[in-house]
């Protein structure tokens, strides 16, 4: 049966291999947060942007062309209403996951930059840095 002083030593090293573990983690969230920066940078980046955000201004305008139909004052046969409330909702969320394609990458750079904050005052707080 292990003594104090064995489970000690064990709690020690998986403590260890916790904060190896954070450390990586936090070092690939900084290179991520890096390299989108890099990409930003990149003139092609402008041109899939420009691209992206065109079609998605084109599905928000898709989205309140439907939201006008419906409320209207047109009446709607059910058939018609239910696929107007489904192609309006399809739009929405096509405009949705484009401007979400775009603002990924600022997530992923303020993430870099947290975390390389937390490591640095990580390293100051245990004296090696």
Do not use: C
Not at 62 to 86: C, M, N, S, W
């Amino acid at each position: 049966m292990p003594g104090i002083e064995e489970l000690a030593e064990f709690q020690k090293k998986q403590k260890l291999v916790a904060a190896q573990r954070r450390f990586e983690q936090a070092r690939h969230v900084v290179n991520v947060g890096r390299a989108m920066e890099e990409l930003i940078t990149d003139p092609r980046w402008a041109v899939y942007g420009n691209h992206v955000e065109a079609l998605r201004v084109d599905y928000e305008e898709r989205a309140k062309g439907h939201e006008r139909i419906l409320t209207g004052r047109e009446f709607l046969d059910p058939q018609r209403y239910g696929q107007v409330r489904v192609e309006m909702a399809e739009a929405a969320g096509i405009a949705k996951g484009l401007k979400m394609a775009l603002d990924v990458v600022e997530v992923l750079i303020n993430r870099g930059e947290a975390a390389a904050g937390e490591k640095i005052d990580e390293l100051k707080g245990s004296g090696l840095l």
